[in-house]
């Protein structure tokens, strides 16, 4: 594959990372339009910057740390984790298409205002949980709560559990993933908490949250 094919397949990605290192911790459930207009900045400017598959490669690993929560994937590969696809996550990778988009039209192009209204808009909180087992069903049927102290939260939404992909690394044979939706008003988006995974086979898996310090 050539750099410029790589580059633009790297590009393709930049809609389903995680978003950029905004300085500014907790999740904001209620953005203005000017934070929502610099959100989409912080995930643009480190784009535009780019030159090669490497340079993008290496932006989106190091935006795809400020909203995941649980096992590090460079230090643990099949730790349990989950990246949270917040409004702040969501325009930043907005800001990071943007770059593409423009880079690949050779003129400036920015999103809808729609699009961001829409983002600021959302009630609910996207997660992508990534996780390790045994066999390539272990995730089916998965559930998931947030537990926020005495606190217990359901999702409004979960969505169908991946089939299990080989794992390369050391430790359990299979990884899978799957979502889960989470209304703002029913969590505390500044406590401690812990996303408790149950397996059908009676496995249950812990992710820590700091949620106060996810943007």
Known sequence: ??????????????????????GVWAIDINLSS????KALEIGRIPMEKTTSPEDVKKVLQQASLAT???????????????????KRY??????????AESKKRKTDVRMPEEFIQKVMDMPNMEMDVQLCGDDEYFAEGALIELQQG???????DIGKAERGRKNESSGPAFRSRFTALFAYEQFDPTASSVFVVNLQDGTEI??????SKVK
């Open 1 to 22: 594959m050539t750099g410029c094919k790589q580059l633009a397949s790297l590009l393709g990605l930049v809609g389903v990372l995680a978003a950029g290192n905004s």
């Open 34 to 37: 000017d934070e929502a207009h």
């Open 68 to 86: 995941r929560v649980g096992a590090d994937p460079e230090k643990n590969p099949c730790g349990a984790s989950a990246v949270l696809r917040t």
């Open 90 to 99: 969501r325009l930043e990778a907005f800001g990071r298409q943007e770059a």
């Open 150 to 156: 005495s606190k217990r939260i359901k999702p409004i």
């Open 206 to 211: 812990r992710i820590p949250a700091e949620l």
